[in-house]
């Protein structure tokens, strides 16, 4: 059903949006988007990280949901709708059709933001693992007891494409701030980072998801 020109859904309102810039009222949460098919997909855009609008492409929970796969890549062409922030994996495929010149690597402790970092757009985001580096790091909020000030960056010694460290800026293996697949045993979530006890109890080796956005 179509009106006004808008895609009528029970998600958002009874319509969908063109993009996450197009979401009346700018409150993060799943909307029907059609910025990736001409008719819509189901998205997840945030208002919180940045004045502007950001649209969720990427999230991985370490150790959260089983043995690593292939499609579950940054740089994977298979789609599984990012919804929201819950624990578990998305990657939206085609994402050359998302709009937005700013590229943000986020980490959570169990919804709560730990470190958050913006760059230029990557144009190698969704083709190799070196797409989640980001051109021209800075800083949005950064809580950690160690690394503090240090851009999360993809590794290649890992598993690229799901691994990322935040130590020696530049240097894309040796270190390790998320995981260590594909063993499910050894772990190194927030070895780098160290979460506060503001945020939890203990400072590594905890909940960990990484997301990825475009802005």
Request: net charge positive.
């Amino acid at each position: 059903m179509v009106c006004n020109g808008e895609f009528w859904d029970t998600i958002s309102n009874g319509k969908s949006y063109r993009s996450c810039s197009n979401v009346p009222g700018r409150r993060s949460g799943t909307y029907h988007l059609r910025t990736i098919r001409a008719d819509y997909a189901v998205g997840f855009c945030d208002y919180s990280l940045l004045s502007q609008s950001c649209q969720l492409v990427w999230k991985h929970s370490y150790y959260q949901v089983g043995t690593p796969e292939e499609r579950m890549r940054t740089f994977s062409s298979y789609d599984r709708p990012c919804r929201d922030l819950s624990d578990g994996w998305c990657n939206v495929a085609n994402k050359d059709m998302v709009p937005g010149s700013t590229q943000v690597t986020a980490a959570y402790h169990k919804g709560k933001l730990v470190y958050a970092y913006r760059g230029d757009r990557n144009s190698e985001l969704g083709k190799s693992w070196r797409g989640a580096i980001l051109n021209n790091p800075s800083k949005i909020l950064d809580l950690c007891t160690s690394g503090n000030g240090v851009p999360p960056e993809p590794t290649s010694d890992t598993y690229p494409g799901l691994s990322f460290d935040k130590w020696n800026p530049g240097k894309y293996n040796g270190n390790c701030d998320t995981d260590v697949y594909p063993s499910l045993t050894d772990d190194c979530r927030w070895a780098n980072c160290g979460i506060p006890s503001s945020i939890s109890s203990s400072s590594r080796k905890v909940q960990m998801t990484v997301a990825i956005y475009l802005c």
